[in-house]
């Protein structure tokens, strides 16, 4: 049957077409222009320090950077599908020049040349992207999130249960080599010795001692071959008490004053997720990540390991410090950074606050206000140094209290005491009910606390304070929730910290693509019409 009729536009699977050069079927905004934009841009040296030279020469680390922080834009963080890309993507292909890479090699660039240097990179890309007008660097909005770690979530060690075992095992030791000695013992001229054994009953060990404990056994059987209680006792150190000893030493070690962390990532704590799948804020292994923003592009990011906030901030500008980053004029947090040490450490590198503390809010409420027994509720008589309660009773000025924080910060509490609650009205909702109403006030974060009411309450504060839920909060929902990246590909802080390097690096380039797609629409439509 012919059909004469039919046409189709041609098609023929032996003859050559032109183009032959892929960047003609890139769009002009297309987001891996500009990777390849940036990282041409970068200073080279940053990536040439990773490498000592000699051998089979590798791979050129610009080659390497773009296809991997293009393969993060496109949701891609799979060594493996990284490679399989560079085989079927144009994109791929005209960011690599037909160089194909296999995962092993894509995956060793990532986790070991990178990790050192995922931070100057950073950077570099936020002074480019401050160089093209995208960012100004004087306001820094933060905000921290919990990401689940590559870690199994049943395999954890936790502090207090290491600590309790820890001591049994003390106990254990102790009564073991107080058996001996009562069976050694041959003269009462050890009695003394016995009862300073006893005495020294709950003072710590170190798998040192037990090795040395093993050793005088060793030669008390020398000289008595037969004896069975030497013997038991130096089978139960050797084969229980020194392995489980060195067991929980390296355990303390690897807390370092943390309170869990999981067996299969080590660097990985314990944390409540919101968004557990559960809906109930299982505890899960994870990293705190802290993230800086402007105009929703990420200025600054770093990852933790406790699980609060307020102890995170000081630390986060250090890091920023460290690679010689100016502090921004504004930083701009939501209440959970409001602590003293965080307000003394604003104050102290000429950063405005703008972060509430906790009770800003329901100060303003009238179910707080009928609180009597609050200190914001209680006059200050500064001449006095007394506070004056709602029945006109004074709580005179007792002692000090200083409390130091995880980061070395020194908080102190004057404790004021009213000795004069009996029969008051007040009694049951002011003193609980106590003979003496006591407050603990730091004098010091009530100032600070007045200026941060003042300054949020400025046009400059208000505006500023109303930009933060639609600045830094929605770069966490456009990585977590669009980008799907809830859970680490690799493992240990160092490399959680390139991962998320990488990400904020994506996500930038994400935005530039939208803003240079947004400014080309304008400029299309301000173009006059022909004719």
């Known amino acids: 049957m012919k059909h004469d009729h039919i046409s189709f536009q041609d098609y023929n699977m032996d003859q050559l077409y032109l183009p032959m050069d892929l960047e003609v079927e890139i769009p002009t905004h297309h987001v891996c222009r500009i990777v390849n934009r940036a990282v ?92 093209h007008g995208l960012v100004k660097l004087e306001d820094y909005f933060l905000d921290g999130t919990k990401v689940e770690a590559n870690a199994n979530k049943y395999t954890f060690v936790w502090r207090k249960a290491t600590e309790r075992y820890d001591s049994q095992l003390n106990e254990k030791y102790h009564k073991i080599m107080q058996d001996i000695e009562k069976v050694t013992r041959q003269d009462e001229d050890h009695a003394g010795e016995l009862d300073a054994q006893e005495k020294l009953e709950a003072d710590p060990i170190t798998s040192e001692d037990i090795k040395q404990s093993i050793n005088e056994l060793e030669e008390k059987l020398a000289e008595e071959p037969k004896n069975r209680e030497v013997k038991k006792a130096k089978r139960l150190l050797e084969k229980d008490l020194l392995p489980r000893k060195e067991r929980y030493e390296t355990q303390k070690e690897i807390l370092n004053g943390r309170n869990s962390y999981s067996k299969t990532d080590t660097d990985a704590s314990f944390m409540r997720m919101k968004d557990d799948h559960m809906r109930n804020g299982q505890l899960k292994p994870g990293y705190n990540v802290q993230t800086g923003t402007e105009n929703q592009f990420i200025t600054g990011f770093s990852l933790h390991q406790r699980a609060g906030d307020p102890g995170c901030l000081k630390p986060h500008f250090e890091l920023l410090e460290k690679y010689g980053r100016r502090l921004p004029n504004n930083l701009i947090a939501d209440s959970g950074y409001g602590s003293e040490e965080n307000y003394s450490f604003c104050e102290e590198k000429k950063i405005e606050a703008y972060v509430k503390y906790s009770t800003l809010d329901k100060e303003q409420t009238k179910k707080f206000k009928d609180q009597i027994g609050r200190v914001e509720n209680l006059q200050y008589d500064e001449e006095e140094d007394e506070w004056i309660c709602a029945n006109n009773k004074r709580l005179t000025f007792q002692y000090n209290s200083n409390r130091k924080t995880e980061n070395g910060y020194t908080t102190i509490k004057r404790v004021y005491r009213c000795v004069d609650c009996h029969g008051c009205p007040f009694q049951a909702v002011c003193a609980k009910g106590e003979d003496t109403k006591t407050i603990s006030v730091s004098m010091k974060n009530q100032e600070q606390r007045r200026q941060v009411r003042e300054r949020l309450q400025t046009e400059t504060g208000s505006q500023l304070y109303r930009r933060r839920k639609c600045d830094v909060e929605p770069v966490f929902g456009q990585i977590k929730y669009n980008r799907g990246f809830n859970r680490f590909y690799l493992r240990g802080l160092s490399k959680t910290t390139l991962e998320w390097g990488l990400l904020c690096i994506a996500h930038n380039f994400l935005k530039w693509e939208t803003h240079l797609k947004f400014k080309g629409q304008k400029e299309t439509k301000r173009e006059p019409k022909a004719g």
């Open 40 to 131: 041409e841009e970068l200073d080279e040296n940053i990536l040439y320090r990773c490498y000592d030279g000699g051998g089979r020469p590798p791979y050129h680390p610009k080659m390497m950077l773009k296809i991997i922080l293009y393969a993060y834009t496109q949701k891609i963080y799979s060594s493996r599908q990284i490679a399989k890309q560079l085989k079927e993507n144009i994109y791929f292909m005209w960011l690599a020049r037909h160089q194909q890479p296999d995962f092993r090699t894509i995956n060793r660039f990532r986790s070991e040349k990178m990790k050192e240097i995922i931070y100057e990179i950073f950077f570099s890309i936020v002074d480019l992207l401050r160089n």
